[in-house]
């Protein structure tokens, strides 16, 4: 028992050192550390493992020859960046959006960079919350503020190139950030009801068509979804899913196993078969399938 609660205890830790905001880590299932929470931007410029990354992506930013001058029209913009430190994209779009920043002239103290957990019960959340109610599913997420409010935000990577994104921004003409299926569905979630949306499936069924690029992105706004407790929402996700990209085993795999863990066992075994009749050879769903009909009583 005292060696499970020390194995526990040591997943999470704090450092401080010559830094005067607390910097928090946590070891994921592979054990490997990251930053979790709100953290100072110079600890990854020169932490030996941080700063590997981060100074490689930065220099390799190349600049318009001719000076951006944004600094008037950025000077008063704050930006949230959440991010992981376990995560491809991060690693190499915030040490480039740092590196314009700089470039423009303003000041880092206008930068807030919060990491986020990458583990299955935790999975792109931060210690304090601060990402709730920011429908926060890819990141990088860059969310541009004045006086507090948002006014524009770049999902993952930019829409165009990061110099032309930032000057649409500083401009005010920013384009639609990527992911615009599960940004839109995202904040429905977080601003209707279960019930309403239920009944007003087919409507943003429809929306949802022109918006969403591929089932790759509800697929991961449904596990962000499971995985933070909000499994309604979650299997709502996963149904629309289904419709969008009917003839894709995967999205029939995602629902049933959310269906699965909600103890809808008959209803998640329909999904399986569903596979397996879009991709008779899928091994997992003959898995699944054996496994929910021994649960249901078959």
Not at 50 to 59: A, L, T, V
Not at 82 to 96: A, E, F, I, N, R
Not at 198 to 222: C, P, Q, V
């Amino acid at each position: 028992m005292k060696t499970a609660l020390l194995l526990v205890l040591c997943t999470f830790f704090s450092y401080t050192n010559s830094y005067s905001q607390e910097i928090n880590f946590y070891k994921n299932a592979q054990g490997d550390t990251h930053i979790c929470g709100e953290f100072p931007l110079d600890y990854l410029e020169h932490d030996d493992v941080y700063n590997i990354w981060f100074n490689k992506y930065y220099n390799e930013l190349k600049l318009p020859e001719k000076r951006l001058r944004l600094k008037s029209k950025l000077k008063k913009t704050t930006v949230d960046i959440y991010l992981g430190t376990w995560c491809g994209d991060s690693k190499k779009w915030v040490p480039q959006f740092v590196k314009l920043w700089d470039e423009l002239g303003l000041k880092r103290s206008q930068l807030r960079l919060i990491g986020l957990y990458n583990d299955d019960e935790r999975y792109k959340t931060s210690p304090n919350g601060e990402e709730k109610g920011k429908q926060i599913h890819r990141v990088p997420v860059f969310i541009f503020k004045k006086d507090n409010v948002e006014y524009a935000r770049i999902v993952e990577s930019p829409k165009n190139d990061l110099v032309t994104d930032v000057v649409q921004i500083a401009l005010g003409f920013p384009s639609a950030p990527n992911y615009e299926g599960a940004n839109y569905l995202f904040k429905v979630f977080d601003s209707e009801s279960i019930e309403s949306i239920k009944e007003n499936f087919n409507a943003h069924y429809k929306i949802l068509r022109d918006k969403t690029r591929n089932s790759r992105e509800l697929n991961t706004l449904g596990y962000v979804l499971l995985r933070n407790n909000r499994s309604e929402e979650a299997l709502i996700c996963f149904k629309l899913n289904t419709y969008l990209f009917k003839y894709n085993p995967n999205v029939y795999d995602s629902f049933g196993e959310a269906l699965a863990l909600s103890g809808e066992h008959v209803m998640a075994l329909k999904m399986y078969e569903k596979v397996l009749e879009i991709d008779p050879e899928n091994k997992n769903s003959k898995a699944q399938i054996k496994h929910l009909e021994a649960l249901i009583g078959f």
